[in-house]
């Protein structure tokens, strides 16, 4: 194959009798702006770990022919490795088992692009197709240049099975898709551009899993998910497509996080009563002295109660070690590198130890609710670190059985139900 454009089946079949076993690819969308379940793609970058060139797969562009998405499906399924930037919007295209997500291992984010991205980005933003008209060699330049940066990191991440059970979670999660009242909606939020994540009244999340502690964050075409305001009525906006929501919200999390990482057990309390009760203080004072200890440091006077005794010789050994070693590793497989990771202290350290951990039992929780709800109208549809919210359909009957998941993995929960987000009561 003396040209590195693949635009025939025959080229293909070419590419095929290569034999390669490990690739990088990079998807090169209609549109980079547009959420991955409304987009679809232009061009496929891939180069092979063990070759020389890369090669432009076409399937929709201006300046080639065109081939089959499943004709490349195919293809790729005959790699042992395929190596992306983002698993999770990948396989909504090209739902392969072997995809790995390379950037579980990046120590520094990536961003490259051309002088002839930026201009035709800035003159032609909203256009819903603008790669397809981007020269395809601007792409394939701009392509080398993110391979030349990522390729040492094509290699599987530690801990890769809880990262693809994590990008399949967020990847359903954002399929489901919110419904919202369009009217509601207008009030109160200004998207960059409607159709990069709104189609037939709903609207599509995109949750960012590859943030420093692998807490996902959830911002995207103007939203912010993770923060929207509980007293302003914008949450109003969003409506259930079955019967009503149902908002389970996990009580006293962080604490019982801590609990699990140094081994201590709250047996039928929760923190705050264990904590009152071992101090003879009320529960809403206790609250307040417990936060403030977990993360601003024990003061003498409550280093001899068990809990703090114990987080205190916790903090003083994963200390240790970030200072010895330069790195630690979270429940998640997050490895935390002190050239990563500024103006460092045990106490901001355990802050992104809980939110690692945080992932890890979220992982856990929620791929149990949606193996329950697959097949089903009931489904997860937004995750806010300590809560998610369900679109609950009341004939499938699913509560006992959801909430028993949370108990077995002893957590207690706080069950909230409604018409919208914005109006939910106590059940």
């Not at 998207?191 to 709903?202: A, G, T």
């Not at 990563?340 to 890890?360: C, R």
């Not at 992982?363 to 609710?369: A, D, S």
Request: charged share 25%; hydrophobic share 35%.
């Amino acid at each position: 194959m003396a040209f590195y454009i693949v635009e025939t089946t025959e080229q293909l079949n070419e590419l095929f009798e290569k034999n390669y076993k490990k690739i990088f690819v990079e998807p090169i969308y209609f549109n980079d702006n547009v959420h991955p379940i409304l987009n679809d793609i232009s061009l496929l970058y891939l180069k092979p770990l063990c070759g020389d060139k890369g090669y432009m797969l076409c399937i929709s562009h201006s300046e080639s022919l065109s081939l089959h998405k499943s004709h490349i499906n195919d293809l790729l399924l005959t790699y042992d490795e395929v190596y992306v930037r983002d698993r999770k919007a990948f396989i909504f295209h090209f739902p392969a088992p072997n995809i790995i997500d390379i950037s579980f291992n990046l120590d520094k984010e990536i961003d490259i692009t051309t002088q002839t991205h930026k201009f035709f980005y800035f003159k032609y933003e909203d256009k819903p197709n603008i790669n397809t008209v981007i020269p395809l060699v601007k792409h394939y330049e701009k392509c080398e240049l993110i391979f030349d940066e990522v390729k040492k990191y094509c290699t599987i991440p530690d801990n890769w099975k809880f990262y693809n059970r994590l990008s399949n979670i967020f990847f359903i999660i954002e399929k489901n898709g919110l419904k919202i009242n369009k009217n509601v909606f207008d009030e109160f939020f200004k998207l960059h551009n409607e159709s990069h994540s709104i189609f037939n009244n709903k609207i599509h999340t995109q949750y960012n899993l590859h943030t420093t502690t692998r807490r996902p964050s959830d911002s995207f075409n103007g939203v912010n998910f993770s923060a929207l305001n509980k007293t302003d009525g914008c949450r109003k906006a969003f409506i259930p497509e079955n019967d009503y929501f149902i908002e389970i919200d996990i009580t006293a999390y962080h604490p019982t996080i801590v609990g699990k990482l140094i081994g201590f057990d709250f047996k039928d309390e929760t923190p705050y009563e264990y904590f009152a009760r071992e101090v003879n203080i009320d529960i809403k004072e206790a609250k307040v002295e417990f936060i403030k200890q977990m993360y601003g440091g024990i003061q003498d006077k409550y280093k001899d109660v068990l809990f703090f005794s114990k987080l205190s010789e916790y903090l003083e050994n994963i200390w240790e070690e970030f200072q010895t070693t330069g790195k630690y590793t979270s429940l998640s497989g997050v490895v935390f590198k002190q050239n990563v990771l500024k103006n460092m202290n045990p106490n901001k350290l355990l802050s992104y130890l809980i939110q690692g951990a945080e992932t890890y039992f979220n992982v856990e929780i929620l791929w149990e609710v949606i193996k329950l709800t697959r097949k089903k109208q009931t489904q997860v549809v937004l995750y806010v670190y300590d809560s998610i919210l369900i679109d609950y359909n009341e004939d499938e009957n699913l509560l006992e059985q959801i909430k028993e998941i949370f108990t077995k993995h002893n957590l207690k929960i706080k069950l909230t139900k409604g018409f919208n987000y914005g109006s939910m009561i106590t059940i």
